[in-house]
C-alpha cells in the first residue's frame, strides 16, 4: 500500500492510495483504511481521496461496501477489469461526480487484468497577464533628472532607521524616475516566451484587431490589412528573437557567467516555463502554493524568519584583530562591455552611469 499527496488548485489536495490485497489476504487492508484514512487525510492536509489497486474486493465485498458508505466514495470502475469477466480493479473516490472518467485499455503482457484508465480533470489556474513597464533611457532628460537630483533634500529624507531610509531613498528615486524617464506599458502573459517584448505585443494586438475586423466586415481592404499585420508580427518576431538570442550568447560568453546563469539560460532554450524552476511548496496554513507570486511569499517569509535577530540588542562578539595595516583607498570603474544589440542605443552621461545600471 502506497500513498501520494497530489495537489491542484482547483480542488486542493487530493491523497492517493495505491493498494494491492491478495486473494489470500483478508480484511486488513481493508480495515485499515477504514481506521486510519481520516487521520491520514487531516495529517497531510488533503480535502479528497483516491483508492486504486487491484483489490479484489468481491472476497471482502461487506467490507469493501462499508468503507465506500462511511467515506462517501464513488467507484468509478463500471466495467469488467478481469478476462474472467469480473471487475476487480476499483477507482473509489469522493471527488465530485464527472471529475473522475475510467477506461478499459485491455490486457498488458501475461496479465490477465486489463489496464485501467483514469482521468482526473481539474482546472489549475495560471497565472494571470501582468502590466510590465518599460523604461525608454535613450529618450531620458538627464539634465532635468540630474539638476532634480542636485537639488533634492536629502537630509530630510533619509531619517530614522535604516529600513526607513532605504523606503524613502527608493521612493525618492522612482518617483524622480518616472517624472524624467519615458516609459511605455504592456501586457505580459504567462505562456510568452522570454524574447516576446513590447514591440511583439503590439504587433499580436494589431493582428488580432485586423483579424476581428475582418471578420465583422470581410472585405478586400481588411482582408489585406489583416494580411499586412501578419507579416508584420512575423517580422518583428524574428527581429525580437535574434536580438534576444545575440544577447544571450554575449552573456554567455563573458567570463563572468557562473553556474546559475548558465543554467537558467539553457532551461530557457528549452522552453521551460517560469513555474517549472520551482515545484509547488507548501503554505503556513497547510495550502498550498502553485501560483510564482505565492511561491515568492513563501520564499520571502522563510528567509526572512531565518534573518530574524532574536536579541537586536546583544552587541555583537569581539573579533581579534590579525593585522595592523589599513586599507587607504578602493577605486571602482563603471566600465563593462557592451553587447552588440546596446552598442546603437543613446549613451547616457558618465555622471549617471550608475543611475541607469
Known amino acids: 500500500m502506497m500513498f501520494f499527496k497530489i495537489w491542484t488548485q482547483h480542488h486542493g489536495s487530493t491523497l492517493l492510495c495505491v493498494c494491492y490485497r491478495p486473494q489470500w489476504q483478508g480484511r486488513e487492508p481493508i480495515e485499515f483504511l477504514h481506521t486510519h484514512l481520516d487521520r491520514l487525510l487531516q495529517q497531510y492536509s488533503c480535502n479528497h481521496t483516491v483508492i486504486v489497486g487491484d483489490l479484489n474486493q468481491h472476497l471482502v465485498a461487506r467490507a469493501f461496501e462499508e468503507l465506500l458508505t462511511v467515506y462517501g466514495l464513488t467507484n468509478h470502475v463500471t466495467f469488467p477489469t478481469?478476462?474472467?469477466?469480473?471487475?476487480?480493479?476499483?477507482?473509489?473516490?469522493?471527488?465530485?461526480?464527472?471529475?473522475?472518467?475510467?477506461?478499459?485499455?485491455?490486457?498488458?503482457?501475461?496479465?490477465?487484468?486489463?489496464?485501467?484508465?483514469?482521468?482526473?480533470?481539474?482546472?489549475?489556474?495560471?497565472?494571470?497577464?501582468?502590466?510590465?513597464?518599460?523604461?525608454?533611457?535613450g529618450?531620458?532628460?538627464?539634465?532635468?533628472?540630474?539638476?532634480?537630483?542636485?537639488?533634492?533634500?536629502?537630509?530630510?529624507?533619509?531619517?530614522?532607521?535604516?529600513?526607513?531610509?532605504?523606503?524613502?531613498?527608493?521612493?525618492?528615486?522612482?518617483?524622480?524616475?518616472?517624472?524624467?524617464?519615458?516609459t511605455h506599458t504592456f501586457t505580459v502573459k504567462p505562456l510568452d516566451r522570454p524574447w516576446f517584448g513590447y514591440n511583439c505585443r503590439v504587433a499580436a494586438d494589431e493582428k488580432s484587431r485586423a483579424w476581428r475586423r475582418f471578420r465583422r466586415h470581410p472585405t478586400h481592404n481588411n482582408k489585406q490589412r489583416h494580411k499586412e499585420a501578419c507579416f508584420n508580427m512575423q517580422r518583428v518576431q524574428r527581429v525580437a528573437q535574434q536580438r534576444w538570442q545575440d544577447e544571450l550568447k554575449f552573456k554567455l560568453s563573458d567570463r563572468s557567467v557562473g553556474s546559475k546563469s548558465w543554467w537558467t539560460a539553457l532551461k530557457e532554450q528549452q522552453g521551460f516555463a517560469p513555474d517549472d524552476h520551482i515545484p509547488p511548496l507548501n503554505k503556513a496554513d497547510g495550502s498550498v502554493a502553485t501560483r510564482s507570486c505565492e511561491k515568492a511569499?513563501?520564499?520571502?517569509?522563510?528567509?526572512?524568519?531565518?534573518?530574524?535577530?532574536?536579541?537586536?540588542?546583544?552587541?555583537?562578539?569581539?573579533?581579534?584583530?590579525?593585522?595592523?595595516?589599513?586599507?587607504?583607498?578602493?577605486?571602482?570603474?563603471?566600465?563593462?562591455?557592451?553587447?552588440?544589440?546596446?552598442?546603437?542605443?543613446h549613451h547616457s552621461p558618465p555622471e549617471c552611469a550608475e543611475l541607469t545600471t
Not at 533634500?153 to 530614522?160: E, H, Q
Not at 540588542?313 to 586599507?327: Q, W
Request: with cysteine.
Open 82 to 137: 478481469n478476462i474472467s469477466g469480473s471487475s476487480l480493479d476499483p477507482v473509489t473516490s469522493d471527488l465530485p461526480e464527472g471529475v473522475v472518467t475510467c477506461r478499459p485499455l485491455g490486457a498488458v503482457g501475461s496479465s490477465d487484468h486489463l489496464a485501467v484508465l483514469s482521468t482526473i480533470h481539474v482546472a489549475g489556474l495560471r497565472d494571470v497577464p501582468k502590466k510590465r513597464t518599460n523604461w525608454l533611457w
Open 139 to 182: 529618450k531620458t532628460n538627464w539634465e532635468g533628472l540630474q539638476d532634480a537630483l542636485r537639488h533634492t533634500p536629502w537630509n530630510n529624507f533619509l531619517t530614522g532607521d535604516v529600513d526607513t531610509q532605504v523606503r524613502s531613498f527608493t521612493s525618492t528615486i522612482h518617483s524622480l524616475q518616472r517624472r524624467y524617464v519615458s
Open 297 to 345: 511569499e513563501v520564499l520571502a517569509a522563510h528567509f526572512s524568519g531565518k534573518m530574524t535577530v532574536s536579541d537586536p540588542d546583544r552587541l555583537p562578539p569581539a573579533v581579534a584583530r590579525l593585522t595592523n595595516a589599513t586599507l587607504d583607498t578602493i577605486t571602482l570603474t563603471t566600465e563593462e562591455p557592451v553587447p552588440p544589440w546596446a552598442r546603437v542605443n
